[in-house]
């Protein structure tokens, strides 16, 4: 069997099992096993082709069968590597400058493609404060609060506003559209804007990272003990740091969902409102974390069709929980790669874009 219609057929994996037995649940992978117990080779089919069992929704079903040798590549993708690190804009008036008393400090932001999904679509916002006094201290907190109230009118915020202070901002402290100066006496740095996640809906708005510039309006400063107009009173800094990054759940969720439109379009929201949109059968949690393998693989026809005919074979399975015993399912998935390379007679896999023997290099004296 080689379908024809679906290009990229995707598995989320929840088990792995030598075996059918009853009672198993939708997204137990069977393959079968070594003497170590690890998952390697397909189901053969008398030696010509190789395939997994999978128990779907719908049933117990069987993949494609791959020729023996038609395999091109195998890659094993690990959920850390696909995370996206959140951005954190970091405002700070530079050392050696400082406020003058009675001058408005502006900061713009200008948000790209905000609602018509174009370049030329820009919304602007913006903080204003005035300063009561030369310590920047209280004019990043009177900033703080100007932008959250500018905010306060956005149904989804695009960032979190936060003060920072202590060394390099370590201390973080909130600031709402209700918060009230009073309530801010911290020795602050800097403003520190945390992005957030974003509205998402399943197979229908994908979750995308909003982007935004920072500039200042001129004003007056004490630069070096001189007083000029500048717009360099401040400067912002973006850094995407690797703790609470955004996962590749949505992403896995939006995959699943497209491959079900393949099965049938009901799933993708055709002839709305007559749709399928939560069908029950999906398996991807949105909020999860998922690591993939890819087997890339092609078949020909002899004669009238002898043009390769490419496809993907895909798995994804959730980091975040175990199955199989004590072995996690990041454990798994990564023998799975390996020793469906090995079994397709390939040298090598590729891990995190990284070409990998399948094989360990041997060690030895020579003579």
Known sequence: MYSVNQVNQLYVVKAVKTAVESGDAAGTLYAKTNTSNSPVAFETNGGIAQYFKYMGAGGLISTDRIKKGKVKWVSYTTAASMAKKRRVCTIAIPSGTTPIVGQDYIINFSFRNYFGMSDEDTYEKFAVARAMDTNAKSLYRDLAISLAKNMSREVDMPFKIQLGSGT???????????????????????????????????????????????????????????????????????????????????????????????????????????????????????????????????????????????????????????TGGSATNAIILGNLAKNIALAAGLDSYIVDGVSTPTVAAQSGSGS
């Open 168 to 322: 390099n901002n370590g201390t973080l402290t909130d600031v709402l559209p209700t918060t009230k100066a009073t309530s801010l006496s911290g020795n602050y740095t800097a403003i520190v804007l945390t992005e957030l996640d974003q509205p998402y809906k399943l197979g229908r708005l994908k979750s995308l990272r909003p982007e935004y510039t920072v500039s200042f309006s001129p004003a007056k400063a004490t630069v070096s003990s001189a007083v000029v107009e500048t717009s360099h009173w401040a400067n912002y800094t973006d850094t995407f740091p690797s703790t609470n990054p955004v996962t590749n759940g949505r992403e896995t969720a939006d995959l699943e969902w497209f491959c079900m439109g393949e099965r049938g379009d009901q799933y993708r929201g055709k002839d709305w409102p007559l749709s399928i949109t939560t069908p029950a059968s999906l398996l991807v949690n949105p909020d999860g974390s998922y690591d993939y393998v890819v087997v890339h693989f092609w078949d020909d026809i002899d004669n009238e069709g002898p043009q390769k005919s490419e496809r993907d074979m895909t798995f994804v399975a959730n980091v975040n929980t175990t």
